[in-house]
């Protein structure tokens, strides 16, 4: 895999898959971003995310996060599914793009038997998001959510009280409008889920 550099400020990933090259979409890493960012990438790890698109997924988000200019810019990145929500995204640190990176690069790979707390994650992002602009005041606030969009809770091995159905994604609306962050939604598969 190698990244490509262009004579604009848009970064590039290539690979190999099956045998056939791929070249990823370039990204506008905009220097410097005023006033300091605090950003939080959520990454679903759920089994419905298992498939080479994962890979490349990744990548971009490396090479995205990677152009972050280091001075102004915070970046929290956070894997979940189904269980652990809350203490995995609140354990999430505001590092330097760099060290931010690195904890991509660790994340595990998701787990076939993990489903997705898609809304939980998002509302319990913007609750630590909150907690870290609250901490460093006059900084905005971002979420980065990677998912397939399949909110898919309430089985056996799930963390209890879950936010489910329709009423689980008006809670986590609610959440994300009344947050003043930027909120952008990543959607990864063949066949996502626009609600």
Do not use: C, K
């Not at 970064?11 to 005023?34: C, D, F, H, N």
């Not at 203490?87 to 595990?108: E, S, W």
Request: a neutral charge.
């Amino acid at each position: 895999v190698a990244r490509l550099d262009s004579a604009t400020e848009s970064r590039a990933w290539t690979g190999v898959l099956g045998g056939a090259r791929l070249i990823g979409p370039g990204v506008s890493v905009p220097r410097p971003i005023e006033p300091p960012l605090r950003l939080l990438v959520l990454l679903d790890r759920s089994g419905s995310m298992i498939g080479e698109g994962i890979a490349f997924t990744r990548l971009t988000l490396r090479s995205f996060i990677m152009g972050l200019d280091s001075t102004t810019t915070r970046v929290a990145v956070a894997g979940f599914e189904s269980r652990d929500v809350a203490r995995g995204i609140g354990a999430a640190q505001f590092l330097a793009p760099a060290d931010a990176a690195r904890v991509l690069d660790q994340l595990p790979v998701p787990d076939p038997q993990a489903n997705t707390a898609l809304y939980s994650a998002l509302v319990r992002g913007v609750e630590h998001l909150a907690a870290a602009r609250a901490a460093a005041p006059g900084t905005q606030g971002a979420i980065l959510l990677v998912t397939d969009g399949r909110n898919d809770v309430g089985h056996p091995r799930d963390d209890a009280g879950l936010l489910a159905g329709a009423e689980g994604l008006r809670s986590a609306a609610a959440a994300a409008s009344g947050s003043g962050a930027r909120i952008w939604i990543m959607g990864v598969g063949s066949s996502l889920s626009e609600a």
